[in-house]
């Protein structure tokens, strides 16, 4: 198989691999994610544990115990107990009569925007006051418009509201002006925490500031430094405003500009692949986070027509100290974390930034809203430096730094599709980072990251014990088999090659064998509604489709929608056979049976037998199927067993062992004999020490030459789900005897 191993080096640091520069462990400690908690554990007793919920903007106090944040659908401001980081408690929902857009807290009182606009031209909102001690509402103060954004000074002598009175998209495509105009209203506390002008608020006009659409300022985000300047984005104006609280004057003002970013996945097709540049893109900034009093970073989220898919970081002058460029891109194409159904779009479409001191350094969080990922970065005055990536639930909204504590908290706030709202908390002070597992090399002719995700299956070499190969699915268009080193940490992705010269127009690959005569046997599922075929195939080292299997037409004609998911090679009897495992019942199946096709060479037949699933254990419901088949030796295989479901409801991630031997596989339309399955390993502990979404997925296993078994989650292409992956190596194969 060298020829799979292709021209990339092995053995490389991150740095290299990402192209930016990185902090080694001598010059700086890691976060490690420390608990992930579902926000509808927030919902009063007795509440339907589906209603939807959201965690959206999120703060905490000064002493950092008690955690706030913004759930839209509830219309409430929700508080947490974090005292004990790793045992959140519920502590109260503040209704709130609106949409809550933001929350801030200061010594005893908590702020929130909300927004009660009747449309998008009667514009109305408040700020509301809540005294944390009791959660009550003390005051309702009129913002004139529709808050975004709420900030509390430092000091605690301001609140600041971007008011964005936003735009119809459905209104001449979106495009600025809309009228009512947005405005940065300002409310001065007392040091009780008090508002003392509730019935006056302060206005700061940012109407005639931007060169786009400058009768329609559109606020969207707003921080102050220690100085009491608030910096303002307005994200559809592509433009940016410093103001001094105090006397509410506009300071500086200047265009967010332009930026550009090489080698990145543009087109618009179901790949992760470096297609193109975009060049000149409007940064349209909608988050914002003060570095110091002098320098402050944007989050180049975009808007109906920029998003320059970076982070940047400026002076009060307006001018740009450093653009990340291509980098939060390169980052999500190397870690497996690219939303390919977004290239064309606006990538990984980072969003939110925070800044906090931590081990005296400062450093800067950019989430990807998208790519399901947060960048830690150090600052280092000029050129910040990449410390690391951490993984987060599905649609990271709001970034927390809380230093006192030596925490960070995101806000994940979908919550559909079978995916839950989470708040992520992560600590700071771990040796080296756990995730990730895998990252790919730089593919030097294409200046970028080999892009991957959805591995579906493992494979090992049966000679080198550091070699993995796995396959993607049909979320991308391309089929591939990578080729893994599994000698470095994390495993690197070092090549790949595609599958070419088969007949279908697209391949749904769930299962990979190394053939003892060289190439590779892979399975790919079929879908009786899309008009693809269950198929077995047989591939070269460089992926050429050199035999194409289909089942037999009777067989065929029983299929449903999950089919082959593993595949592996086996002697037995002095032959060459292949199996093949078939994921659910078919519909001549008897309930809880799939079937484990045998396939043989040399005279091209078809046996199959059945295996008995597990009912599914999950208070939710849902399946239990296949997912690999690994060969162990005289017949004997481990079967990668789980149901569909993840987070708590998580039941059944499990191996088990079945053998043929004294079994004669059946053709079909015979009886077949059912195999009698032993449990081996259950694969819960080793997924859920993450700390995170327990993934639904667990999707390859194979053995390694030296006798490993590792284990490997399929990601999804980032699509409706987290996108991490996990590697884990389970111990020697032993443990399966």
């Known amino acids: ?94 209704a709130l009569e609106g949409e809550p857009t933001s929350v801030a807290m200061g010594d005893g009182t908590a702020y929130a925007g909300v927004n009660t606009s009747e449309d998008f031209i009667n514009a109305s909102g408040h700020l509301a006051v809540i005294a944390l001690d009791g959660m009550g509402i003390t005051a309702k103060c009129d913002a004139k418009g529709q808050p975004d954004s709420v900030a509390i000074s430092p000091d605690g002598k301001f609140v600041a509201v971007a008011i964005e009175n936003e735009r119809d998209e459905d209104l001449n495509d979106g495009v600025i002006p809309q009228m009512p105009a947005g405005h940065l209203a300002i409310f001065d506390l007392d040091e009780t925490g008090a508002p003392t002008n509730c019935d006056a608020v302060r ?234 597992s895998i990252v790919s090399a730089r593919d030097p002719e294409k200046g970028a990251p080999i892009g991957w995700g959805a591995l579906s299956a493992l494979a090992a070499d049966p000679q080198d014990a550091n070699t993995l190969y796995a396959v993607s699915d049909s979320f991308y268009d391309d089929a591939r088999i990578y080729t893994l080193d599994i000698a470095t940490q994390p495993a690197q992705i070092v090549s790949y090659v595609t599958v070419t010269g088969f007949v279908q127009s697209r391949l749904d690959l769930e299962g990979i064998s190394v053939s003892k005569d060289g190439g590779f046997w892979l399975a790919s599922e079929g879908h009786p509604e899309k008009d693809r075929q269950h198929l077995l195939l047989k591939v070269s080292a ?112 499990q191996i088990t062992t079945v053998s043929l031997e004294g079994v004669t596989p059946a053709k079909h339309g015979e009886e077949l004999p059912v195999l009698k399955k032993q449990f081996a390993v259950d694969l819960l502990p080793a997924m859920s020490s993450s700390k995170g979404w327990i993934l639904d997925k667990p999707e390859g296993l194979t053995i390694t030459a030296d006798g490993r078994l590792i284990l490997v989650t399929d990601n999804d292409g980032v699509d409706d789900a987290p996108g991490e992956t996990q590697l884990i190596d389970l111990g020697p194969a032993s443990r399966l005897n």
């Open 203 to 436: 206005i700061v006009d940012l109407t005639g500031l931007a060169e786009v659409a400058p009768t329609d300022p559109e606020p969207e985000f707003v921080s102050i430094n220690a100085d009491n300047q608030a910096v303002v984005t307005l994200q559809e104006n592509n433009h940016l405003a410093v103001v001094d609280l105090a006397s509410g004057k506009v300071l500086a003002h200047f265009s967010a500009g332009a930026a550009s970013a090489e080698n990145i996945p543009v087109a618009k097709a179901l790949m992760s692949d470096a297609s193109g540049n975009n060049e000149n893109v409007a940064r349209e900034p909608d988050a914002v986070a003060w570095i110091d009093t002098e320098r402050f970073v944007t989050a180049n989220e975009g808007d109906y027509e920029g998003g320059s898919r970076g982070f940047t970081i400026w002076n009060t002058k307006g001018e740009v100290l450093f653009d990340s460029g291509n980098q939060m891109e390169h980052l999500g194409m190397a870690h497996g974390h690219y939303p390919a159904k977004r290239a064309h779009k606006k990538g990984t479409e980072p969003e939110g930034v925070a800044v906090g001191v931590f081990g005296g350094e400062t450093l800067i969080f950019v989430n990807s809203e998208r790519g399901n990922f947060v960048a830690v970065y150090k600052d280092t005055g000029g050129e910040p430096e990449f410390v690391q990536l951490l993984p987060t639930h599905v649609g990271p909204e709001g970034l927390l730094a809380i230093p006192n504590r030596d925490l960070f908290a995101v806000a994940n706030e979908v919550d559909e599709d079978g995916v839950r709202s989470h708040i992520s908390l992560y600590q700071f002070g771990a040796d080296a980072p756990s995730y990730p």
């Open 542 to 653: 460089n992926g050429a489709v050199e035999e194409e299997i289909t089942l037999p037409q009777s067989l065929v004609e029983q299929a449903k929608r999950f089919s082959f998911e593993g595949v592996a090679e086996f002697e037995m009897d002095g032959q060459t056979l292949v199996a093949v495992a078939v994921q659910r019942e078919w519909n001549d199946d008897p309930e809880g049976h799939s079937k484990i096709a045998i396939y043989n060479p040399s005279d091209k037949s078809w046996g199959f037998v059945h295996y008995p699933l597990d009912a599914p254990r999950s208070a939710a419901g849902g399946w239990v199927g296949l997912s690999e088949i690994v060969s162990l030796e005289d017949g004997k295989f481990a079967i990668l067993e789980r149901d569909n479901k993840g987070g708590e409801d998580a039941a059944i991630k």
């Open 1 to 94: 198989m060298a020829n799979l191993r292709g021209r990339f080096l092995k053995g490389v640091s991150l740095a290299v691999l990402f192209g930016i520069g990185a902090v080694s462990s001598a010059q700086a400690d890691y976060f490690e994610r420390i608990n992930s908690y579902p926000v509808y554990k927030t919902l009063p007793e007795g509440a339907d544990k589906a209603t939807e919920t959201v965690a959206e903007i999120i703060y905490a106090s000064k002493d950092g115990r008690t955690l706030a944040f913004t759930d839209s659908p509830g219309e409430a401001i929700v508080f947490i107990n974090a005292a004990n980081p790793l045992n959140i408690q519920r502590m109260a929902r503040v």
